[in-house]
């Protein structure tokens, strides 16, 4: 069974907040992404971690950090956000030559 | 770069065939996808296509690719309203290894 697990479903938090938003899987995928969604807008791509280890960084804000503790799980740490990264967040993973599998994102609003 | 491009908006009545299109230009092509996602939920893998297939069938979804024209189609037979939602046609570069969507196309099912 296919699945990526997404926490918090919703967000709220002000510009001087530090939270962090976690995803998780556990099919034994080994690249995990992160991604950025405005409303009806593709995802754009932040961050990918292969085998655990940083491999893309698509010129993200530093107010955003990444981190994968171990290969089920991939955090994002925000820290002092903007309004404008209001957006649904997210995560996706797979195996060698397979598909993406995306979680059902985090709804964040900066206020 | 690489580009994927799809028409924005189609609308059809339940019980129709719907036909979404989808351009691409990456010729390092391996997999093209095709995701649907419903309002408020992350990104569901619908189908995909090896590179070297024309047509692949599932249930009441048939995907036809023509390589030498790159284009991509998603026949959905029979429609109905719980098909209403975005499809995002996508293009995994081997050159990159990133997922290069398209805007979406909103298909909207009228009763």
């Known amino acids: 069974d296919t699945e990526v697990t997404q926490t918090p479903k919703h967000l709220v938090m002000g510009m001087t907040n530090k939270k962090s938003l976690k995803c998780e899987q556990h099919?034994?995928?080994?690249?995990m992404y992160w991604y950025k969604q405005k409303a009806k807008k593709p995802p754009e791509l932040m961050f990918v971690?292969?085998?655990?280890?940083?491999?893309i960084n698509e010129s993200v804000p530093s107010r955003f950090s990444p981190e994968c503790p171990n290969s089920s799980l991939l955090n994002l740490h925000l820290h002092a956000l903007q309004p404008e990264d209001s957006a649904l967040y997210l995560c996706?993973?797979?195996?060698?030559?397979?598909?993406?599998?995306f979680g059902d994102g985090t709804r964040l609003s900066i206020l | 770069g690489e580009d994927v491009e799809q028409s924005l908006f189609l609308s059809v009545r339940e019980g129709d065939s719907s036909v979404i299109n989808c351009t691409y230009t990456?010729?390092?092509?391996?997999?093209l996808y095709w995701y649907k996602q419903e309002p408020g939920a992350g990104l569901q893998l619908l189908t995909y296509?090896?590179?070297?297939?024309d047509m692949k069938q599932d249930q009441r979804l048939t995907v036809l690719l023509n390589k030498k024209d790159k284009h991509l189609s998603l026949r959905i037979a029979d429609t109905q309203t719980g098909d209403s939602a975005i499809y995002f046609c996508?293009?995994?570069?081997?050159?990159?290894?990133?997922?290069?969507f398209g805007q979406g196309t909103t298909l909207q099912v009228k009763p």
């Open positions: 996706a993973s797979r195996s060698e030559n397979q598909p993406q599998h």
């Open positions: 099919m034994g995928h080994r690249a």
């Open positions: 971690y292969s085998y655990e280890k940083l491999s």
């Open positions: 990456d010729s390092s092509s391996t997999y």
């Open positions: 296509i090896f590179s070297n297939m």
């Open positions: 996508s293009d995994f570069s081997s050159n990159t290894g990133k997922l290069i």
